[in-house]
């Protein structure tokens, strides 16, 4: 259980601290420390989405330098089969050229041929060409003469059909050869885009850059602000650490950094400072005997279940996120919310609150098991756990008084 801290009443003669409070500074420090944590958010936001477009401008030079590579590849590829195309072309030139030399030979000799027939006449041509010396044997010379001339007739054909093939294979090289040359024209027009646009993508990814490192360097001066304010607002709360103090006076203290926490979980900013007050007196410094720390007293062990650590309880910011952290879960679906618990809901949280979850769920199978002898769950807590019911009806009275009050 947490250690009570007492209070002077503001009635007559008060015990005041030796510095007076200052609760205009405290609300002044609050509002920039507001203000610095929501430039800070923008700010995060901007550096996201500058860290967001250097990601996608590094994706794009990445995609500009694969399909560059790829041009490349390709257009190499090309003119090395170009380069094998031409040689192949000069190869079947030569081929051209000395089946040309061949056929003009021919020709030579077949109008030798003809002048020859027409000097000795056809027999005298016979004897002349075959050298026969009888008739048998002109005979077979002219039966080898006929092959001959049908191998001849044959090689022609050849020739001529290897010649045709190679004069629409050499057109349909010039073809291919002009469409390489218009597509290595467009490779290169593209590779010249391409450096273009990776220029200019480099210039503004270095621009996001130099953006991005002002950004963080914002984030890191309004970081360092926030925490000399929130020091200065830890400073002054230390101020009511070394005496007793009117409830009004730690209400206009403390009402400008626990009004916009208890929002945020969407507890009464007057139940949380009924809470501070009967539990720490607003002493933010305090340790029980038990080792609850701070404004609200939170045990260590509870916060890590919320994972705050127990440096951050010595903070009354983070100490009172804590106990709001807290009371919050105890008035949520898994503790004791009001669609279940009625009108005594917040009685059943504060006495969660102070004697620990566990206690209250063992009270209330206890009660469970023996209903008839108290009127509800809240009656048996109040009856058979030590304490508590002083706890929460001083907690609750508090926050009827603090809510008469209204926000300073």
């Known amino acids: 259980m947490r250690v009570r801290w007492p209070l002077v009443m503001a009635a007559g003669a008060m015990l005041l601290m030796s510095t007076p409070v200052d609760a205009a500074s405290l609300t002044q420090l609050q509002q920039q420390q507001q203000a610095i944590r929501q430039r800070i958010s923008s700010t995060r936001s901007a550096y996201g989405r500058t860290a967001t477009q250097i990601t996608g401008t590094a994706s794009q030079i990445q995609s500009l330098n694969q399909t560059l590579l790829a041009d490349e590849a390709r257009v190499s590829s090309l003119t090395v089969k170009i380069s094998a195309t031409e040689t192949q072309i000069t190869h079947e030139l030569a081929k051209l050229a000395a089946t040309h030399r061949h056929l003009v030979y021919e020709t030579a000799l077949m109008k030798d041929q003809v002048l020859l027939m027409e000097e000795h006449g056809p027999v005298g041509y016979l004897s002349v060409v075959l050298g026969a010396t009888s008739f048998s044997n002109f005979i077979t010379r002219l039966l080898v003469m006929a092959q001959l001339a049908q191998m001849g007739s044959r090689l022609v054909t050849e020739i001529q059909a290897t010649y045709h093939q190679q004069t629409v294979e050499k057109l349909a090289l010039q073809k291919q050869k002009a469409g390489l040359v218009t597509l290595e024209a467009q490779a290169q027009a593209a590779t010249n885009q391409v450096a273009s646009t990776l220029s200019q993508q480099q210039a503004l990814e270095g621009q996001l850059q130099a953006q991005a490192l002002s950004e963080q360097h914002s984030i ?21 650490a ?28 007057y139940l949380v400072l009924g809470v501070i007050t009967e539990e720490s007196g607003g002493n933010s410094k305090v340790v029980s005997s038990t080792g609850a720390i701070g404004l609200m007293q939170v045990e260590p062990y509870t916060a890590a279940d919320y994972g705050i650590s127990p440096a951050q309880l010595y903070n009354a910011q983070e100490n009172v996120i804590a106990g709001c952290e807290i009371l919050a879960a ?45 009127p509800t769950p809240l009656s048996w807590a ?7 019911q002083g706890y929460a009806t001083n907690i609750e009275a508090l926050q009827a008084l603090y809510q008469s009050w209204g926000a300073p």
């Open 330 to 374: 105890l008035l949520g679906p898994t503790g004791f919310p009001s669609s279940t618990w009625g009108s005594y809901s917040e009685s059943m949280a504060l006495v969660g609150y102070n004697a620990g979850p566990g206690t209250v769920d063992e009270s209330i199978q206890q009660y469970q098991s023996n209903p008839s002898a108290y």
């Open 242 to 269: 070394s005496g007793f103090l009117s409830r009004r006076q730690l209400f206009d203290a403390l009402y400008p950094l626990v009004q916009p926490i208890a929002s945020q979980y969407g507890l009464s900013p």
């Open 220 to 240: 890191t001066s309004l970081n360092a602000q926030l925490s000399q304010i929130t020091q200065e607002i830890q400073n002054l709360l230390a101020q009511f």
């Open 382 to 388: 109040y009856s058979n756990i030590g304490g508590v």
